[in-house]
C-alpha cells in the first residue's frame, strides 16, 4: 500500500481505501472492471455474477484456461488476489434481482453495471436509481463490433448515473464483442469510478 499512497497521495488513497465498489456481472466488462479498480487500491469490491467460465470466455474476460468450469465468483476472487492482495473480495454467487438488489448493494458506495442482457440491465439502473438513493452507478450502453474506439464516450446521465460506451452498437448487429473495445468501456467505468471518490464529478 505505501507504492500507492506514494503513486496517489495520502488522502485519495484513503478515498480509495475506504470505497466499496460494486460490480454487477463478471464478464467482458465486470472482470476488466474489477482488475483496473483492484491495481489502484479499491479497499473492497463485492463481486457479483450466477455463471461459470466458459471457454468462449477467453477471448475478452480475464480468466484462465485451467479455471473453465468454475464460478465466475471464485475464479476472479482468486486472480484479483494475486494482483492486489490488500484489497478485501466478497463474493456473491446469485443472480440479481429486483427481489435481492437492495440487500445485495446497500454496502455499496458505487455500483458498476456490467450485465451483457438489456432486461438486467434496465433493472438495475431502475432499481439502483429509485431504491439506492446513497449510490452512484456506473452503467455502460454499446461497446461491440469493429468501430472506431473513440465512439467510447462517458456522458452524466443524473446527478449519480454516468454512462459509458457508443449507446449504439448492438451485438446482434455486428460482428459482437471484440477485447480492445471492450476493455475500453471497462476501462471507462473504472476511470469514472475514480473520478467519482476523488470528487471530480463532471466527465
Known amino acids: 500500500m505505501d507504492a500507492l499512497v506514494a503513486r ?11 470505497a466499496t465498489v460494486a460490480v454487477c456481472g463478471l464478464g467482458g466488462l465486470g472482470s476488466n472492471i474489477a482488475i483496473a479498480l483492484a491495481r489502484v ?3 473492497k469490491l463485492l463481486l457479483i455474477d450466477f455463471d461459470k467460465v466458459d471457454i468462449t ?21 482468486e486472480n484479483l488476489f494475486e494482483i492486489a492482495p490488500y484489497t478485501e473480495i466478497k463474493t456473491v454467487t446469485a443472480r440479481l434481482s429486483e427481489d435481492n438488489l437492495t440487500t445485495l448493494l446497500s454496502d455499496a458506495d458505487i455500483i458498476c ?16 436509481l429509485e431504491q439506492l438513493p446513497g ?6 450502453s454499446g461497446m461491440a463490433g469493429m468501430d472506431n474506439p473513440n465512439t467510447i464516450k462517458t456522458r452524466k446521465i ?46
Open 8 to 18: 496517489h497521495g495520502t488522502e485519495l488513497q484513503r478515498r480509495f481505501s475506504e
Open 41 to 43: 487500491g479499491i479497499g
Open 57 to 77: 470466455n477467453l477471448h475478452r474476460q480475464q480468466y484462465k484456461a485451467s479455471q473453465i468450469g468454475r464460478y465466475k465468483t471464485d475464479a476472479l476472487a
Open 113 to 128: 453495471e456490467a450485465f451483457d442482457n438489456a432486461e438486467a440491465k434496465a433493472m438495475l439502473v431502475n432499481g439502483v
Open 135 to 140: 449510490c452512484f452507478l456506473v452503467a455502460a
Open 158 to 203: 443524473g446527478k449519480r448515473f454516468y454512462l459509458c460506451g457508443d449507446e449504439v452498437s448492438d451485438v446482434a448487429d455486428t460482428i459482437g464483442l471484440v477485447a480492445p473495445r471492450v476493455m475500453l468501456c471497462a476501462a471507462h467505468q473504472a476511470q469514472t469510478v475514480l473520478q467519482i471518490l476523488a470528487g471530480e464529478y463532471e466527465v
